[in-house]
């Protein structure tokens, strides 16, 4: 449906030098790496695990200046619905935004563990509404990546928690010589030319877009910066990135012109696609008086027939273009790193890594959504309004009350609700569903900065080539900042409906510096009422990750401790690690209230701590190499103890095979035991209500608020039999 053009439509590089290596004049010496999934480096690259490299040719030919858009093009990366954003070219609706996850196999980005050459990324974001707490690769700069390593199976013996799903490795360009600055351009250019299309979004009352458009503007400029010290022992290297991208909305394509759902015949076989909406538009139920359980909607100052003639606003309401494809963003990087050579025993480094990002996003108007009201005086999640409302007219208070309230609320003109056993002598329950047409779309804001600091020093071990050592620190701190804009308050919008005085001078019943809300009428809503009835929600926080890592690595082979059938001795790499995660997170008042409609329910607030102490050790053995029939016959095998201050010690294995009978053939066998702890928000999220859809059930009847029905059944009982359903169920 949409032809696009993504990717530079103009580039440039000005650089006075590029990353220069010396040319050899004798054949290099085989070099030792270590491959994502081990510690120990071996002289090839050859692993159990299956890895998929992303190389830096493939990054810098794809033309993705997001780390995120790298992810998305493998096939085992997936986007998910875990309750969270997956990037800012995705819309975040009411969910928490502004963060990257990546979500290996579709287990969820929780499952995922993201390591930066090695060393593990702390949370993106500490917003206790993530389902699925995860790093944010907004953090890594895609011109700073020399490759992406990734690896399918389970790798928690060697990294710990988290990597069930598997291990996403950024390895970052570290020796970089001279000054380059690379820069992009681009956007997407569509043709709106689907007429079938158009025709159902006009049927809905909605104007499609029909043109050639350019939209979704981004760019983005990096430069890259290095150079050699200390007669080549050192080297320091700077970046700074700075990315823009432009919001689409749905509205900007004519398939996103409003919510296509499918069409069914008598028999639910789907026929094609017609265009739906929210009935959170115009809809109201009084659940007592002469009229129970009927829907209408507001026309003029009448209620009519829900749907029977047309209506302002209409009866189902079109979000589609409200709703961003791709959301506004604003994106700072920078990186430092440095290390010297001092000795071979002696090798300090030190990173410095800071990101800043900021995401906009609009979403549909708040609305008097329907079932949603946790301060309804009935108790139903509806709303209340007194029967002596002077904003009602004589028809629709008719309609709503019996002559029985009418005459108690004329005689009790200031008198709230009075609610006894679900029944009240002066007001009526209604479910409403009324959008905030006048007051525009709601407005997010989300802003994460993100600062961490690596120092350690590594080498040989007293002079031997033998062993060698790694011991670094790493302090990782994340701050989020978010807002929500124009979001309706529940008990404002209670006070704003029980109104006394008269037409010309109506009066709040209680409140203080309440404002009446005329939803009565057609334009009756003034910015005053809404000023009232909105409340602006905020919360900030950090999550902070504290690492001290230590480890050696021994050639046992240099002792002669090898197989007889081999010419590769065997090696061992042993250390620890210990953990400090601390996560806070404060919403003020209002998101920490539940009176924000369509927040999604109370944020929770959150400030504790879980670390963990570990030890790990590998083993690697080659027991056969280079003999007829057998190229290579080597056994891999991890150990990793870790001691949670929450739940205790735990343990997590591997035991791997690979056998090659020549070098163009190998078979890999692996048995492991992955583990995953729970994240702090997961431990200490408290209980909390949402608004959840949770869908409907072809098979059941729906009901009202109330209890009363509202639909039957949507399949017959032939076809609920046929998902096992019996006539008893049915």
Request: proline content about 6%.
């Amino acid at each position: 449906l949409m032809g696009s053009l993504a990717g530079a439509l103009f580039g440039f590089l000005a650089a006075s030098a590029l990353a220069k290596q010396a040319a050899e004049s004798s054949e290099p010496a085989l070099q030792e790496v270590i491959v994502t999934g081990s510690r120990i480096a071996a002289p090839n690259e050859v692993s159990t695990s299956p890895i998929q490299v992303l190389s830096s040719d493939y990054i810098e030919t794809s033309g993705k200046s997001d780390v995120g858009d790298l992810l998305a093009q493998l096939p085992q990366n997936f986007f998910n619905a875990q309750g969270q954003d997956l990037g800012n070219a995705t819309s975040a609706l009411s969910t928490p935004g502004g963060v990257a996850t990546a979500d290996l196999r579709g287990l969820g980005p929780n499952r995922t563990l993201v390591l930066v050459d090695g060393r593990r990324l702390g949370q993106g974001s500490p917003n206790t509404a993530i389902q699925s707490p995860a790093p944010d690769l907004d953090q890594i700069p895609a011109g700073l990546v020399e490759r992406v390593e990734v690896v399918t199976g389970g790798a928690s013996a060697a990294y710990g928690s988290d990597a069930i799903a598997g291990v996403v490795n950024f390895i970052l360009k570290k020796n970089f010589q001279g000054f380059q600055v690379d820069g992009e351009y681009g956007g997407y250019l569509h043709d709106n030319g689907d007429t079938g299309v158009q025709a159902l979004v006009r049927q809905f009352n909605t104007v499609p877009a029909t043109s050639t458009d350019f939209d979704g503007r981004k760019g983005n400029l990096d430069m890259l910066m290095g150079t050699n010290f200390d007669d080549g022992n050192g080297n320091v290297t700077a970046f700074f990135g700075y990315r823009h991208q432009d919001a689409v909305p749905s509205s900007a394509r004519d398939y996103g012109g409003c919510q296509l759902n499918p069409t069914k015949d008598a028999n639910g076989t789907i026929i094609g696609v017609a265009c739906g909406g929210s009935s959170n538009s115009n809809y109201f139920q009084p659940f007592t008086g002469p009229n129970a359980n009927t829907i209408y909607s507001v026309n003029g100052t009448s209620l009519v027939p829900r749907g029977s003639i047309a209506t302002t606003p209409p009866a189902d309401f079109n979000s589609q273009p409200y709703i961003d494809i791709t959301r506004n963003d604003d994106r700072y990087n920078a990186a430092f790193m440095g290390h010297d050579e001092i000795t071979d025993y002696f090798v300090p480094y030190a990173e410095f890594y800071f990101m800043d990002d900021r995401t906009h996003t609009v979403v549909a108007p708040a609305a008097l959504f329907r079932s949603a009201n946790p301060t309804d005086p009935f108790g139903a999640n509806a709303y209340a309004t007194n029967c002596n409302n002077p904003l009602l007219s004589t028809q629709e208070a008719g309609i709503l009350c019996s002559p029985a309230q009418i005459t108690y609320a004329a005689a009790n003109p200031t008198q709230p609700c009075v609610v006894t056993a679900g029944v009240s002598p002066n007001c009526v329950n209604l479910d409403i569903g009324r959008r905030n047409i006048e007051g525009g779309a709601r407005l997010f804001d989300f802003e994460h900065e993100n600062y961490r600091g690596v120092f350690g020093f590594k080498g040989d071990i007293a002079g031997s080539k033998s062993w060698d050592y790694d011991v670094y620190g790493q302090y990782y701190y994340t701050t989020d900042f978010n807002a929500a804009n124009k979001f309706l308050n529940f008990q404002s919008v209670d006070n704003a409906l029980q109104v006394t005085g008269t037409a010309a001078n109506p009066k709040c019943i209680s409140g203080g510096s309440c404002v009446p809300y005329n939803i009565w009428s057609n334009g009756g809503v003034t910015p005053q009422q809404l000023d009232y009835l909105y409340l602006l929600g905020t919360a900030q926080g950090s999550s902070t990750l504290r690492t001290l890592h230590a480890e050696v690595t021994g050639k046992l082979g240099d002792y002669g401790i090898r197989s007889p059938l081999a010419n590769d001795g065997l090696a061992v790499n042993i250390g620890f690690e210990n953990r400090n995660d601390n996560e806070r997170y404060q919403p003020d008042s209002a998101e920490e209230s539940g009176l924000l409609s369509g927040f999604g329910g109370a944020a929770a607030a959150i400030n504790n701590t879980v670390t963990v102490a570990e030890e790990f050790l590998e083993l690697r053995a080659p027991l056969i190499q280079n003999m007829t029939g057998v190229k290579e016959l080597l056994f891999d095998g991890g150990y990793r103890r870790s001691d949670y201050s929450t739940s205790g010690p735990t343990n997590t294995y591997k035991f791997e095979v690979q056998y090659a009978p020549i070098d163009d053939y190998r078979l890999r066998v692996s048995y492991d035991k992955a583990i995953r702890a729970p994240s702090v928000i997961e431990l200490f999220n408290p209980q909390i209500v949402e608004t959840v859809a949770l869908g409907s059930d072809p098979c059941a009847p729906t009901f009202n608020a109330n209890g009363t029905l509202a639909a039957p059944a949507t399949y017959t009982a032939a076809q609920c039999a046929h998902l096992h359903v019996s006539g008893a169920q049915y």
